[in-house]
């Protein structure tokens, strides 16, 4: 039977935060937007993508679908922020195509867990907006949304 945390508000940011430092395989995650603030040492989206980073220089198998950079909207410019960030230090990220937008929210760490819901990587979902997301320890619930991730993935822009 799986596991599941319900992770209100702040605890999203938190368990992230938390999580991913532990990754020991695979990082997978869908992003509808990251919007970080890159000069402050302390904001919390760019804290996540360091960690993303991390792992990624550990070893682990680290893949992130961005929603579509194509467009003049700020999802987009946010995400070309990101997209950057994230590909300058080695990690694989690709976009969906313009008009294929994706609003997934989606970490699948390892083989067993699952964390998706409302939470936006933007300051805003993380501490002023009203946000439930889930995590779900399983591993059927995760290969599912893992094979769902890697269709998307492989079908993606570079």
């Known amino acids: 039977m799986p596991e599941i945390t319900i992770l209100i508000e702040n605890n ?9 430092p ?16 890159l000069k402050r040492s302390h904001d919390d989206v760019k804290l996540i993508l360091d960690e993303i980073i991390h792992a990624t220089h550990k070893g682990i198998d680290v893949k992130i679908l961005f929603n579509s950079i ?24 690709k976009t969906t195509e313009k008009g294929r937008n994706t609003h997934s929210k989606l970490f699948l760490i390892d083989d067993n867990t699952t964390i998706t819901g409302s939470h936006n990587l933007s300051n805003t979902s993380l501490h002023q907006s009203r946000e439930i997301s889930i995590l779900i320890k399983d591993e059927k619930t995760n290969q599912e949304l893992k094979e769902y991730f890697l269709k998307n993935f492989y079908e993606a822009k570079n």
Do not use: M, Q, W
């Open 12 to 20: 999203y940011c938190t368990t992230l935060k938390n999580i991913i």
């Open 22 to 37: 532990t990754v020991k395989k695979s990082l997978y995650a869908i992003i509808y937007i990251a919007y970080p603030h």
């Open 70 to 93: 194509e467009t003049k909207n700020l999802v987009s410019r946010a995400n070309k922020i990101s997209f950057d960030y994230l590909r300058k230090e080695g990690v694989l990220v």
